[in-house]
């Protein structure tokens, strides 16, 4: 999906309105165990960093960390060096504070926006397991961020209030799941899923709309069917558009920004019987297909990706790993073997945002559909 000025604009507008009530705009890396949950309930908006960088704002991002450090935090520090110049970015303006974890090293990196930008941080430590031990540090640290952000937003996160916010994101994950099963092209999903994720509740009713006038049965497109995983495409990245443009549909996004996503909802069953933190946790701990995962994430994330393929047709996966990523990075090789042993075929692609590798890509993806 191309970031244009008019949405930038868009989300420029719907922020400034949100702030404007008096609710604060708090900003998470975009991946998928920060609990977004936890902002809802302080009555504020979370807005998550799903934007693709450009050979620029990567260099710009330069200035500030390694050119060995994960392109996506590089791009994340250009964009916050240029929002008060450049139209496209004046809307992290509107940011009042950032979520930032040890997710991943881009993760990490990104506390230099309150070094240089002044943003204010809550910072988060992941666990990477999820043993009893570790569970009970994750459930400390979203406790701590829970009175954190209630403190800075001046209101108190009740255990109902907390239930009212996971009721109202399982609602929208829900729905991203039924949309997820639909006959439509990757790149016209994807753009569903950016909106949802960004605009939350308030896209509910263009979500339902869109549900409605698809017909879950209609006729399969035409076109070899691939399944995407790794590194997440984001906002403005063409990835998914390059493949549907050589004739491929891309069934299945299995990144933080698709499926993967849409996947982490709680048990609203449970509410009277165990506190809205605790049914957390479990969130986490079923999350074992996470990169973030040891020590054997590779096998759940390769796990995972074969059955979606089995369950769905799908004979050809993307493995997309940005440079620098440790986590994609690290796995590929092991996740690539698995599969392939398993009879599908893997295209690992490795890039940054340079537009310079565009026509050696375009020319490894119609040769891997020809293999097909």
Request: overall charge negative; glycine content about 8%; hydrophobic content about 40%.
């Amino acid at each position: 999906m191309e970031f244009t000025i008019d949405f930038a604009q868009e989300i420029n507008e719907f922020l400034a309105a949100e702030r404007a009530t008096g609710k604060k705009i708090i900003g998470i890396i975009g991946h998928d165990i920060i609990p977004e949950e936890i902002i809802r309930a302080a009555g504020a908006v979370p807005l998550r960093l799903i934007f693709a960088g450009t050979e620029p704002l990567t260099n710009e991002g330069g200035n500030y960390l390694s050119s060995t450090t994960c392109v996506f935090s590089r791009a994340v520090i250009g964009m916050f060096s240029r929002r008060a110049e450049e139209p496209l970015w004046q809307f992290l303006r509107n940011l009042d504070a950032l979520i930032v974890s040890n997710y991943c090293n881009g993760d990490n990196a990104c506390e230099l926006v309150k070094h240089y930008f002044n943003v204010p941080l809550f910072r988060v430590y992941i666990p990477y397991k999820r043993t009893d031990p570790a569970l009970t540090q994750y459930r400390s640290e979203i406790t701590r961020l829970r009175d954190a952000i209630g403190q800075f937003c001046g209101r108190e996160i009740t255990d109902d209030a907390l239930w009212d916010a996971i009721a109202s994101t399982n609602e929208i994950k829900f729905k991203l799941m039924q949309l997820s099963k639909m006959p439509l092209l990757g790149s016209k999903k994807q753009e569903i899923f950016y909106r949802a994720m960004l605009f939350g509740s308030n896209y509910l009713p263009e979500l339902d709309k869109i549900l409605s006038q698809t017909d879950l049965f209609g006729p399969a497109l035409k076109g070899k069917k691939l399944l995407l995983a790794g590194a997440a495409p984001f906002i403005g990245d063409p990835l998914i558009e390059m493949f549907e443009g050589a004739g491929a549909v891309v069934a299945e996004n299995l990144t933080w920004t698709g499926t993967n996503y849409a996947m982490q909802f709680a048990n609203t069953s449970v509410r009277g019987q165990a506190s809205a933190i605790d049914e957390l946790v479990q969130v986490f701990k079923k999350n074992e297909s996470s990169e973030h995962y040891v020590p054997y994430s590779y096998e759940k994330v390769a796990e995972r990706i074969y059955k979606f393929c089995a369950d769905e047709g799908i004979g050809g996966v993307i493995y997309h790993i940005l440079k620098f990523c440790e986590l994609t990075g690290t796995l590929k090789d092991k996740i690539r073997d698995i599969l392939t042993e398993k009879g599908l075929k893997v295209l690992q692609i490795e890039r940054d945002y340079s537009a310079s590798a565009t026509g050696q890509l375009s020319t490894r993806i119609e040769a891997f559909l020809e293999m097909l």
